[in-house]
């Protein structure tokens, strides 16, 4: 099974930014988390990282016929970006969208998620834990 985990703007700056909302944990660090969690299950993961919405739609057009998989954080775009919704539609290959933070009690702006319509699954609230979540989610079906 192959999967793509896909982190969009400043997701970089994981361990910086706002750690009351996003943890201490850098991205890196995430990184070497889920490809820990990955590597146990016998799962094939492949991680991207950009701060530019055609990035992120490059990459999810890319893995058509690739990836059995997608876990996507896309970050402020997740709020915004219709490109992103119609990108993982049109691959069609099941995806997970995850937030670290608690998007639901957080600002009105947080409330509207696009890609959303495309989702598999959901996951809030679960800091870096709601990657594996979402891995286990996409392999397992629970
Ligand atoms: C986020 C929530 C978004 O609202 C925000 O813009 C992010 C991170 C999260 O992981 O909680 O960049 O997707």
Do not use: W
Request: glycine share 8%.
């Amino acid at each position: 099974m192959k999967i793509l985990v896909i982190n969009g703007p400043n997701l970089n700056m994981l361990g910086i930014r706002e750690p009351a909302h996003y943890g201490r944990e850098t991205y890196p660090d995430l990184v070497k988390k889920i490809q820990k969690h990955c590597t146990a299950k016998g799962i094939e993961v492949t991680f991207f990282q950009s701060n530019h919405e055609g990035a992120l739609v490059d990459e999810i057009q890319k893995a058509y016929g690739v990836m059995d998989g997608i876990v996507i954080n896309p970050g402020a775009y997740t709020h915004t970006s219709v490109a992103i919704l119609d990108a993982v539609k049109a691959v069609s290959i099941p995806t997970v969208e995850v937030h670290i933070s608690k998007v639901e009690e957080r600002e009105d702006f947080r409330q509207i998620s696009y890609v959303r319509l495309a989702c598999v699954k959901t996951i809030t609230g679960h800091g870096t834990d709601g990657y594996l979540e979402a891995v286990d989610f996409l392999v397992e079906g629970k």
